[in-house]
């Protein structure tokens, strides 16, 4: 079964959630990321002309090749402090749900919002 937590987080205030700063990006390059732990993709993702072109290390390889993640639009924290893994620096994270065996499943946006667009 999958890693759903078995109870809710503690409750938070609203201003809280309006710290974390989620935007939407589209994926413009992904490859291999062979020196990362886990198996993992190299991406670079677009957030319009205020954020620009950020880079993240995404633990995906189960459910997606990286020729069907370019230009595709995720939803991505994008004021985490950069994280160093392993000879890269990731900038941003990537937001998924775990599936029945654990795996990320991407947090996608279906229909039209421009890059760089913060979700509310």
């Not at 994926?27 to 062979?34: D, G, K, L, N, Q």
């Not at 190299?42 to 205020?50: E, W």
């Not at 993240?56 to 370019?70: G, N, P």
């Amino acid at each position: 079964m999958g890693q759903a937590s078995p109870k809710l987080s503690p409750t938070i205030a609203f201003e809280d959630f309006e710290r974390v700063d989620i935007r939407v990006g589209t994926i413009v390059s992904a490859e291999a990321f062979p020196e990362a732990r886990k198996p993992a993709y190299k991406l670079a993702i677009d957030f319009g002309p205020t954020f620009g072109v950020k880079r993240s290390s995404a633990q995906v390889t189960r459910h997606y090749t990286t020729d069907q993640l370019v230009g595709r639009r995720v939803a991505a924290v994008v004021n985490f402090k950069p994280r160093q893994i392993g000879p890269f620096m990731s900038e941003v994270l990537c937001l998924g749900f775990p599936d029945d065996e654990g795996e990320v499943v991407l947090v996608t946006v279906d229909r039209a919002a421009p890059n760089g667009g913060k979700l509310f």
